[in-house]
């Protein structure tokens, strides 16, 4: 396939980046209520906005979007409690409210974004499918030249996004998401805190098994090792602690 505008990145332009988050959702295999993932929004947006970019949030349905409690640094469980950069987001007005008002992603522009990033949380693996105007607008940005990337289980967006050729964006490039051994790290855990029943899955399917079934090379650096890759205008992180480094590669992309 090619691109309708390759050339289209313009060092010497201030940079707009469109991030979406993904709505309050209800997991079907547990029950429980899921969100986005704190931290894969609040490190990228640091690093774009400390390079001056513009930044705007959207997600699926618009208004108002919930955290996943273990990514929220003042949760309970200390999981997150030195994610310093997401807690001065979260305390910041100006930019907690951000995530109380997120634009629709049919809304977004194309044509006044350079980039798109998907963030994931566990929201994503059970809303994504239906989040029908986001698999468009990220393909949008795909074919128009533009970066097109996707975090953890933000990557879920890969499973239904078609090109207007009607094959997958995803068939045949290399990508990174959430780990296979990161799934049954995360399973182990509940199991032995008797969260749930052993042998019952947190997420309904894997990011990494899907991927590589709808013919991506899917490749990753090990258990919670930062690492994000680039083919062309597509970029992926491998899960939550790969937010600054996927912002890394967009910025490189954007010649800024």
Known sequence: MSLKNPNVVNPKQKKRVAIVIANPATSVTTGWPVGFWWSELTHPYFAFTEKGYEVELFSPNGGRCEGDGMSDPRDASGYSASDLISMGFISTPALAKLVQETRKVAEIDVSKFDAIVVAGGQAPMFSFEGATDLHKKFVEFYEAGKIAAALCHGVAV?????????????????????ANVEEDFADNAVWSMNLLPRGKHLMPWRIEDELRRLGANYIQAGLWREFAIRDGNLIT????????????????????
């Open 158 to 178: 890969l499973r239904y996004a078609r090109l207007s050729n009607g094959e997958l964006l995803v068939k045949g490039k290399t990508v990174t998401g959430f």
């Open 237 to 256: 992180g491998q899960q939550n602690f790969s937010g600054s480094r996927t912002a890394e590669l967009i910025s490189e992309a954007l010649g800024a």
